[in-house]
């Protein structure tokens, strides 16, 4: 386990979930009017469900392979969900009707569920005090494959709207390859825990994963982040347009610049900050350098100036990997499929309910009556969101952290 291709065949699988969302988002406007026709609102709506389906089988999914993964082994849930990623991109690439595309975001939901695998492997090869630190590669990753994706995808959509799908059926095929040839099996008959249904379906799993000591305060945290977090993609567009007079071009450059930021910090400074401050630490300074950001982002009306602030906030990526390390800890080794499979449903329903709220904030206070015009509101709402979430962190006392902190 000392070998390092494991680690890499992880960190690529996540690098290629995030590039597989962002390939295909630059050509599903014009894909849906093609399979549907309409005209962009309509297209719209319909991306809108597509995309929440899609975030209804990660909730669905996830707690379920990950229990599966602590049952029959990380090796063949994260192989088998590839090859049928690569297939669905396919099917996806061929249909004809929004009927076959509802059903290819239903199966790549469920495939994108592995991520919860991904990261219980993760944690099977890691030691106790480097978890944290592996947990901050694969954030990395996922940073890499969101500036990628939307990158190759707006290049590939050159070559018709089918193109990015195929592209992302290669790579999902290719890693599989590369996975079937290195990756050895974590899951011995030492960690290896009977299958429950009553711990595979969502609801079963948080009960069982909030009875750890200290752990339920950080899954109300979780998911509280979640919705703050995901201000960021629910208005980030509509933000730089109308604050700044940001086009298309623009908003990308500016998410680009993020996802870049985001991945130096979580992939290079993320081992010297623990190393330095510790896991604890990490978490609330994390959690304060996003308030400060979202305070300034609330209120900024000079679009370099809000270029500057994403690069600060990205310093408040650290308080992810740490927070899932001190996490992780608390979790016996033969439940950690089953602990990331809760994070993962968690993060599913934030996702569900934040570009609702977020959205709505956000015509609140821009729309012709207003009470007043603030379009950074929805900023300022995460702000104190990510207030909360330092309150809940503190009246949380995991084991692992209690000890840690002696």
């Not at 009017?33 to 469900?49: K, M, T, Y």
């Not at 480097?130 to 996922?142: C, R, V, W, Y």
């Amino acid at each position: 386990m000392t070998s390092r291709l494991p680690v890499i065949f992880i960190c690529i699988t996540i690098v290629i979930d995030a590039m597989g969302i962002g390939l295909i988002l630059p050509v599903m406007p014009d894909l849906i009017r093609e399979v549907q026709g309409g005209d962009l609102g309509q297209a719209a709506v319909w991306g809108g469900v597509l995309a929440t389906i899609f975030a209804v089988m990660q909730f669905i999914f996830g707690p379920l392979l990950g229990n599966l993964s602590d049952r029959f082994g990380r090796r063949p849930v994260l192989l088998t969900s590839l090859v049928v990623m690569a297939l669905d991109y396919v099917v996806m690439a061929v249909a004809g009707t929004i009927w076959l595309l509802l059903f290819g975001r239903l199966v790549g939901g469920i495939t994108a569920a592995t991520q919860s695998t991904a990261m219980a492997y993760m944690a099977d090869i890691s030691k106790p005090e480097e978890k944290s630190a592996n947990f901050g590669l694969i954030g990395a990753s996922f940073g890499i494959g969101f500036v990628l994706g939307p990158l190759i995808g707006g290049a590939l959509a050159e070559f018709g709207t089918r193109a990015p799908f195929y592209a992302a059926a290669v790579l999902a095929m290719a890693n599989f390859g590369f996975g079937y040839f290195i990756l050895p099996e974590t899951v011995t008959d030492r960690i290896r825990r009977p299958f429950s249904w009553k711990r595979a379906n969502p609801l079963g799993a948080f009960k069982h994963v909030g009875a750890l000591p200290g752990l339920r305060p950080l899954l109300l945290l979780i998911f509280v982040y979640g919705i703050a977090f995901f201000v960021y993609p629910a208005i980030w567009a509509y933000y730089g347009q109308e604050r700044f007079g940001w086009g298309p071009g623009m908003v990308g450059v500016s998410l680009g610049i993020y996802g870049v930021a985001i991945a130096v910090v979580q992939g290079v400074l993320m081992r010297p900050i623990l190393r330095l401050i510790g896991e604890r630490r990490a978490v609330i300074y994390g959690l304060g350098f996003e308030v400060l950001a979202f305070v300034l982002l609330g209120f900024v009306t000079v679009g370099w100036l809000a270029l500057a602030f994403t690069i600060f906030a990205a310093l408040g990526a650290v308080a992810g990997p740490a927070l899932q390390g001190i996490m992780s800890q608390t979790a016996d080794d033969n439940q950690q499929g089953e602990l990331q499979g809760t994070l993962a449903a968690i993060n599913s329903v934030a996702v569900i309910f934040a570009p609702l709220i977020m959205t709505q904030t956000f015509y609140y206070f821009t729309h012709d009556s207003a009470p007043f015009y603030l379009p950074g509101a929805p900023f300022l709402l995460s702000a104190i969101l990510t207030v909360l979430c330092i309150g809940l962190f503190l009246m949380a006392r995991p084991e692992s952290d209690e000890a840690a902190s002696d």
